[in-house]
């Protein structure tokens, strides 16, 4: 019997939030998951898993470029935005786009596929409050510059590579982790859970397991070179976001104004719940079969995994 050649994913970030849960898949698909490691509990966390660490850091460029040069498949998930609750994101930019350099340099002219992470809040929201897409306007004013890594990615296709830029929605969520757990946490400090206005701006939300599922779709089917919305249908409001980690919390929920909130939050995280963005996936339904299946943001939040980061909180033991 003839044995079929096991394809390699390399993957940045694979043992952070959704690099672990997309390293999982993989694995359990028959990938073998080479993942960057920077560090012997990242090592210990990834073998764990079954993946292969690879001993560097985002910006250890000959070491990104031997291993993509060596890998079928490569994603880059490693959170470079460390100045996220900063207006200045000059370095982040940089840092990100050295990194795809070096990725490029292993694989032009092959036709492997590089996707990356990127974030719907990229567009524009709709004036009229109706939903976004892929081919909506960049909003260039936003709160960050995200969207020049990603053009930046997607301009490297005319060096015989096929890019790949998924759309993760501003809150994912699911196991207890993420945004939600840090805003929950922030709440309960200064003893109240905020929404801007009255709280009706609706945004995206995707759970981490349905996030790695469509990461692997794509890593699977590899279709052209395209941009993938990662959000599921069911929009909520940031009001019923703030009152249900509220009510989680045991404390009371209260409105403020933009500039309150930025007061409060600090600029990005002020802007940020602030946001709305009403982002649809019918295109990765419709061209990749990918439909979310776990249970909704406020769901998990009321009586999933953050019932337990909620009674943590409140116990002091995190």
């Given at each position: 019997?003839t044995?079929?050649?096991r394809?390699?994913i390399?993957?940045?970030?694979?043992?952070?939030?959704?690099?672990?849960?997309?390293?999982?898949?993989?694995?359990?698909?028959?990938?073998?998951?080479?993942?960057?490691?920077?560090?012997?509990?990242?090592?210990?966390?990834?073998?764990a898993?079954?993946a292969?660490?690879?001993?560097?850091?985002?910006?250890?460029?000959?070491?990104?470029t031997?291993?993509?040069a060596?890998?079928d498949?490569?994603?880059?998930l490693?959170?470079?935005?460390?100045?996220r609750?900063?207006e200045?994101?000059?370095?982040?930019?940089?840092?990100?786009?050295?990194?795809?350099?070096?990725?490029?340099?292993g694989?032009?002219?092959?036709?492997?596929p590089?996707?990356?992470?990127?974030?719907?809040?990229?567009?524009?929201?709709?004036?009229e409050?109706?939903?976004t897409?892929?081919?909506?306007p960049?909003?260039?004013?936003?709160?960050?510059?995200?969207?020049?890594?990603e053009?930046?990615?997607?301009?490297?296709?005319?060096?015989?590579?096929r890019?790949y830029?998924i759309?993760?929605?501003?809150?994912?969520y699911?196991h207890?982790?993420?945004?939600?757990?840090?805003f929950?946490r922030?709440?309960?400090q200064?003893?109240?859970?905020?929404?801007?206005g009255?709280?009706?701006?609706?945004?995206?939300?995707v759970h981490?397991?349905?996030?790695?599922?469509?990461f692997?779709?794509?890593?699977k089917?590899?279709p052209?070179s395209?941009?993938?919305?990662?959000?599921?249908d069911?929009?909520?409001?940031?009001?019923?976001?703030a009152?249900?980690?509220?009510?989680?919390?045991?404390?009371?929920v209260?409105s403020?104004?933009?500039?309150?909130?930025?007061?409060?939050?600090?600029?990005?995280?002020?802007?940020?719940?602030?946001?709305?963005?009403?982002?649809?996936?019918?295109k990765?339904?419709?061209e990749?079969?990918?439909k979310?299946?776990?249970?909704?943001i406020?769901?998990?939040?009321?009586?999933?995994?953050?019932?337990?980061?909620?009674?943590?909180l409140?116990?002091?033991?995190?």
């Amino acid at each position: 019997m003839t044995q079929v050649q096991r394809k390699t994913i390399f993957i940045t970030g694979a043992s952070g939030y959704i690099g672990s849960k997309i390293t999982e898949l993989a694995i359990a698909d028959g990938f073998i998951v080479r993942g960057l490691s920077r560090s012997a509990k990242n090592d210990d966390k990834l073998r764990a898993i079954g993946a292969e660490p690879v001993r560097g850091s985002i910006a250890s460029f000959d070491v990104l470029t031997v291993e993509s040069a060596k890998a079928d498949i490569v994603m880059h998930l490693v959170d470079t935005w460390r100045a996220r609750f900063n207006e200045d994101y000059s370095a982040v930019v940089r840092d990100h786009n050295l990194a795809i350099d070096a990725f490029v340099k292993g694989i032009q002219g092959t036709m492997k596929p590089l996707i990356i992470a990127s974030g719907s809040a990229v567009v524009k929201p709709d004036p009229e409050h109706n939903e976004t897409d892929e081919t909506s306007p960049i909003n260039t004013e936003g709160i960050n510059r995200r969207y020049q890594c990603e053009q930046y990615a997607l301009d490297q296709e005319s060096k015989g590579v096929r890019v790949y830029s998924i759309r993760l929605a501003p809150y994912v969520y699911g196991h207890g982790g993420s945004g939600i757990a840090v805003f929950m946490r922030l709440a309960l400090q200064r003893g109240t859970s905020v929404y801007v206005g009255d709280g009706s701006r609706r945004t995206s939300t995707v759970h981490v397991n349905d996030a790695a599922h469509l990461f692997m779709l794509v890593a699977k089917q590899t279709p052209a070179s395209s941009i993938y919305n990662c959000t599921s249908d069911d929009y909520v409001t940031v009001g019923d976001l703030a009152k249900g980690m509220a009510e989680a919390l045991g404390i009371p929920v209260q409105s403020v104004t933009e500039e309150e909130a930025i007061a409060q939050l600090g600029p990005f995280l002020g802007k940020f719940i602030s946001l709305e963005n009403i982002a649809s996936s019918a295109k990765a339904v419709r061209e990749l079969g990918w439909k979310p299946k776990e249970a909704g943001i406020l769901e998990d939040i009321a009586a999933g995994s953050y019932v337990v980061v909620a009674e943590s909180l409140k116990s002091g033991s995190s």
